[in-house]
């Protein structure tokens, strides 16, 4: 279980265009979710982050493959040659097709255009050639035209709807040469080019191949099958366009998908039969155990609050919020999804027939309805029972005796939103003024945010929440470096301490900033059979992850702390309702989990600006649970939940030295490992590795350096 590759990864770093990666993405995701998380990857990435063992398709899109060269080109291309070789799967769409064929030749003899050149990966072991048809405009729609290629379908006869031809989006794509030629080196032809051709193709017109390279497979296409219709926008100033390019390719769309679900289907993945759509922007409602202090809170806001055609909107940094009045709510539909872009007053950058496409979620304005006299009721928000959370986070907070508790007193709640760190991180203007604890959360996010670019959706199932922590900078002996660990330590104090019984999942940490577990048939496999070894770090999988965004003034730290972890899905990988399910127990309750998660933070986060991370304890030092242990410091109770315990590992960037894991240092929060020498004894030599300098593939036990 612990290998299983959950990733889809889209190239987003130098070469490809803005355009071509949010295709991939959205098409992606429409046909791979929730068996794959499907996330941007750049160049840096590629080349440095342990990436292949949970990755199980790489794709590279459409943009310029010289800028793929300039970065990839070396370490980068070994590492994906490495990927595929071992049993990954690779996916180059037009550049991307260009950049995996052994030869280029792109505009040959045109002084201005001309790109040719041998490739290093040579996926496809011959030339991709093109223009296959004139008139490509770099950054334009002149070229594009909506390309007929005829499928092979006996080569495509893995299941599923295989159309014997469709029309495709093409814009500057390549035709592999003599393709039907290499059939001995393994290359099908998985569909062909029906037109008149710019080029000498050679025998046949390949417009995409596939080739089994190693243990792995790879697909290349000279069109863009990803590029929906709907999607496609950006040709207003080109004659014909329209009737030309979107209609066609509008007619074929069903044809188009089955393709490419036959197409992933031929390189392992595991693929939707109906694809799955993308929500839509619900309202956000902003709550309270005690509705006065909404109001109150609503007050505050009155010097950012502008009024514009008589609705009152904050233009913050990245968003804007329309704060709609109660007699507007209750008289236009409580259905909490109703689509963002429907045409309201205060929708002023709203379009009505935008559809299931892809949208600018940024830019749309986000409505806020504030319930200053009742909490939220069930018809309001449907999965999201706002009674059951605060009356749980009352007994909890009253358990945990906690003295004026604040995490989670004022809640921001959206059925569908961006992300809950990027409602509040990305606008400071309104950050500032929201009082610490404050905590959002929401039942689907639609750019959910991890470590560096890595963006993706968050699907139903999951438990997703940030919460604003205001550090003191004068709190020496408590880093803010620290409270990534206190929110992930308090998830899984939250998740171990929500009923008895529960104190058995197998739930660990991951340094620095994820939460694993060991899925029920791996608990099975390495526990039940008598004389079993327990069961390894590289036995657990990720459920969940925590990102910590931060900003100073005045003296003080504004942390937005955002944890994401999958409650309900059993796929990509397993889910806290597994782990229940197989000890026996009932389901988790997202909004009693919450409120757990949320005492057991602040419970923690109050005894580490006591104490700081490694402080003996108080005899304040309590947590709301009979079952988790208390004592100790909290670098021991870290230590008790990670995964790292004496785990040896290999230090790449010092030639290869082996080391044993020892723990956190008591300052900056660094892994700290010990040299190992002669039969992996401690030679008394250590070393201090920071998470932002150093990658840690836990699977294969080793850490590399970030250059």
């Not at 693929?271 to 155990?289: K, M, T, Y």
Request: aromatic share 8%; with cysteine.
């Amino acid at each position: 279980m612990a290998s299983k590759r959950t990733n889809v990864l889209v190239y987003s770093g130098n070469g490809s265009t803005v355009e071509s990666v949010r295709h991939c993405l959205w098409t992606l995701r429409r046909l791979l979710s929730p068996n794959y998380a499907v996330l941007p990857v750049d160049g840096a990435a590629v080349i440095k982050e342990p990436w292949t063992a949970s990755c199980a398709l790489l794709v590279v899109p459409g943009g310029a493959d010289l800028g793929y060269c300039r970065t990839l080109n070396g370490e980068g291309n070994r590492r994906i040659a490495a990927f595929v070789n071992r049993g990954g799967a690779y996916l180059g769409f037009c550049a991307g097709g260009y950049y995996a064929s052994a030869r280029c030749e792109f505009e040959k003899g045109d002084p201005k255009m001309e790109v040719v050149g041998d490739r290093e990966l040579a996926f496809f072991p011959g030339v991709c050639r093109g223009l296959a048809f004139p008139g490509f405009v770099y950054h334009s729609e002149q070229g594009a035209l909506a390309a007929e290629l005829r499928v092979n379908k006996d080569a495509l006869a893995a299941g599923g709807a295989v159309p014997e031809s469709f029309r495709s989006y093409y814009n500057g794509g390549g035709v592999f040469v003599d393709a039907e030629k290499l059939a001995h080196r393994g290359v099908e032809v998985l569909a062909s080019y029906t037109g008149k051709l710019h080029v000498d193709a050679g025998a046949g017109a390949a417009a995409v191949v596939y080739r089994k390279v190693g243990e792995g497979s790879v697909i290349l296409t000279g069109p863009h099958p990803e590029f929906a219709a709907v999607n496609l926008t950006k040709g207003d100033n080109v004659p014909h366009y329209d009737e030309h390019v979107v209609k066609p390719l509008a007619a074929d769309d069903k044809q188009r998908t089955d393709f490419l679900k036959a197409c992933l289907l031929k390189l392992g993945l595991l693929v939707n039969q109906e694809a799955q759509a993308v929500p839509s922007l619900s309202r956000l409602h902003l709550s309270s155990a005690r509705p006065e202090d909404v109001a109150e809170l609503v007050s505050s806001w009155h010097d950012i609050i502008t009024v514009e055609g008589g609705e009152e909107l904050i233009r913050a940094e990245n968003d804007t919020f329309h704060l709609e009045k109660p007699a507007q709510w209750s008289a236009s539909s409580a259905v909490t999804n109703e689509d963002s872009t429907t045409s309201t007053s205060n929708d002023d950058n709203a379009d009505p027939t935008a559809g299931d496409r892809i949208l600018d979620h940024d830019a749309l304005v986000k409505r806020l309805v504030a319930h200053e006299t009742a909490l939220p009721s069930s018809k309001e928000t449907p999965y999201w029972n706002h009674h059951a959370f605060f009356s749980a986070l009352s007994l909890y907070s009253t358990s945990a005796r906690l003295t004026n508790p604040v995490f989670g007193q004022h809640l921001l709640y959206g059925e569908v939103v961006t992300s809950t760190n990027t409602l509040l991180e990305k606008n400071p203007k309104l950050l500032k003024r929201l009082p610490a604890g404050f905590t959002a959360t929401a039942t689907t996010q639609l750019a959910g945010r991890g470590r560096g670019s890595n963006v993706w959706v968050s699907p139903p199932g999951s438990l997703m929440y940030s919460v604003v922590i205001e550090h003191p900078a004068t709190l020496a002996h408590a880093p803010v470096i620290f409270v990534q660990y206190l929110a992930a330590l308090a998830t899984v104090i939250a998740v171990k301490s929500y009923g008895k019984g529960y104190e058995a999942l197998p739930l660990r940490l991951k340094w620095p900033n994820d939460i694993y577990a060991l899925a029920p048939a791996t608990t099975t496999s390495t526990t039940v059979t008598s004389g079993s070894k327990a069961p390894e770090a590289k036995d657990f999988t990720k459920i969940g992850g925590v990102l910590i965004n931060s900003s100073y003034a005045g003296g003080s730290y504004t942390l937005v702390a955002g944890v994401g972890i999958n409650v309900a899905n059993a796929a990509p990988t397993t889910s806290l309702d597994d782990l229940a399910r197989a000890a026996g127990l009932p389901a988790f309750r997202a909004e009693k989990l919450l409120a757990n998660v949320l005492v057991v933070l602040e419970g923690l986060y109050a005894r580490f600006c006591r104490e700081g991370w490694g402080g003996t304890p108080s005899s304040s030092s309590t947590i709301p649970s009979t079952t988790i242990p208390s004592k100790g410091s909290l670098h021991e109770m870290y230590l008790d939940l990670w995964l790292h315990t004496d785990q040896i590992i290999t230090l790449e960037a010092e030639g290869g030295v082996r080391a044993r894991v020892k723990g956190i240092t008591a300052d900056w929060g660094l892994l700290l490992v010990e040299e190992l020498g002669w039969e992996d004894r401690a030679t008394g030599k250590t070393w201090a590795l920071q998470s932002d300098s150093n990658s840690f593939d836990f699977f294969r036990g080793l850490v590399r350096r970030k250059v």
